[in-house]
Structure formats: C-alpha cells, structure tokens
C-alpha cells in the first residue's frame, strides 16, 4: 500500500478544514506505520485500540466542521451539499459501529482483525470520500473568496 503523506495538493483552501485534512492524514499513517512495522503477536493493542479512538473521533469532528463550512458556501449546489452531507453520515455511522466493534472485541485476536481491518476503512475513507468528494470544495471555497473579496 502507497504511504500515505500530506502534500501541498491537498489544501482546500480553507482553515480549520485543512489542518483537520492534514491531522487525519497523519493519524492514519501513524496507525498504518504502528501496525505494518510490528509481529501480529507484538502489536501494542492498547495503544492501538486508543490511537483508532482518536482518529475516529477526530474524524467526526471534522465531518461536523466540514458542514459547516458546506452551509456557508454560496456557490455549492443544494444537491451537492445535500449528496456530500449524505455521505458523512454514512462514513460517521460506519466509523462509530467499528470503533463499537473494535472496543467490544471478546478476545486479543478478534481485537487485532478488527485493527487490521479498521485501517482499511480509514485508508478507505480518504481514498474514496477526501480524494473524490472533499476535492470538489476546493472550487466552491475559491468561488467564496472572490465573493467576499469584492464586497
Ligand atoms: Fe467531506
Ligand atoms: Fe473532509
């Protein structure tokens, strides 16, 4: 798997929605690094289990600010908001019901698969819902600056 960096080219625009991007970027590769670079049996789950805590909560933080910002950006159409805020919820929903999962685990090994495939999905969520989704406020966030810029 491609390591995950943060770059330049992925700046919306608009603060805080970048620095959070740039947060979870770093969470997810912290994550990723902490589980590829130690043996299954070594694998610290209690550091673990509270480093996919953090980056599930820091992401739910961010969908909420991210509407926010989507409310206030005059140029965005209403279906698109509408589509996006749609898939928040769906990745909010999905993310809450695994780190349920991951904190309920009954034994160490089901707690490492559920790690395992935690990553995936927040490997999943930049992949599918920043890179193909976010990406697009990039245009409205541009349009809002001239907007406020001439008045
Ligand atoms: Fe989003
Ligand atoms: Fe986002």
Do not use: Y
């Amino acid at each position: 798997m491609e390591k995950l960096e943060w770059s330049e080219d992925f700046e919306l625009g608009s603060e805080p929605i970048d620095s959070e991007h740039k947060k979870l970027i770093e969470l997810v590769a912290c994550f990723e690094k902490e589980l590829h670079s130690s043996d299954a049996a070594d694998l610290d789950l209690e550091k673990m289990t509270q480093l996919a805590q953090e980056l599930v909560a820091t992401a739910i933080t961010h969908l909420s600010d991210e509407e926010l910002l989507i409310d206030n950006l005059s140029f965005m159409p209403p279906l698109e908001k509408m589509v996006h805020k749609q898939e928040h919820a769906e990745w909010r929903e999905r993310l809450l019901k695994e780190v349920s999962s991951l904190l309920s685990s009954p034994s160490d090994l089901e707690r490492r698969a559920r790690l395992s495939n935690g990553i995936l999905i927040a490997r999943n969520f930049w992949d599918k819902h920043f890179q193909k989704v976010d990406t697009r406020l990039r245009i409205f966030i541009g349009q809002q600056k001239v907007l406020t810029q001439s008045h």
